[in-house]
């Protein structure tokens, strides 16, 4: 049965919600982690800090560097197993659709496109870790269900 277009918009919504409260609670933890001082609403969007990343070795030194990049790769691994809560097929065209909101958000909240490549691909990789862990958590959480997988050796094999 297709889903409807009232239920696709709910999804994406949540989705979006909740991508981005789990970017705000990874932000702030690792905030207190390094203990840095200031901590704004506008951490989800920050780009500058990754300007010269392979370039320049002393910013991954950078504690505010390293807090936007950590809270923005655990916020696309850990989004993922909060989506797989309330979507289960079409995992990877949400996290695509959410990636793009996001980069679409954070051109709006900046007022400028980010040009800054290292940022891009952090954004990449951030979401196919996303779509990687969502499929392979979907598959595995069917397999289960159907009993066509298990995840225990036979214990008469010898390893």
Known sequence: MAATTKEIALKLLIGVLSFYSVYYIA??????????????????????SYDSVFHNKT?????YFLSDFLA???????????FLTFMRSGLWDYAVTITLLHCGLVCLVNLTFPLVWEWWLSVLIGMILMISA??????????????????????????
């Open 27 to 48: 932000a702030s933890l690792l905030h207190g982690i390094f203990v840095l001082e200031n901590f704004d609403g506008k951490i989800p969007f920050h780009y500058q």
């Open 59 to 63: 910013v991954w030194q950078n504690p």
């Open 72 to 82: 923005m790769e655990c916020t696309f691994v850990s989004a993922t197993f909060v």
């Open 134 to 159: 969502g499929e392979l958590m979907n598959c595995y959480i069917s397999r289960l269900k159907t009993g066509k997988f298990s995840p225990n050796r036979d214990k008469n094999t010898i390893s």
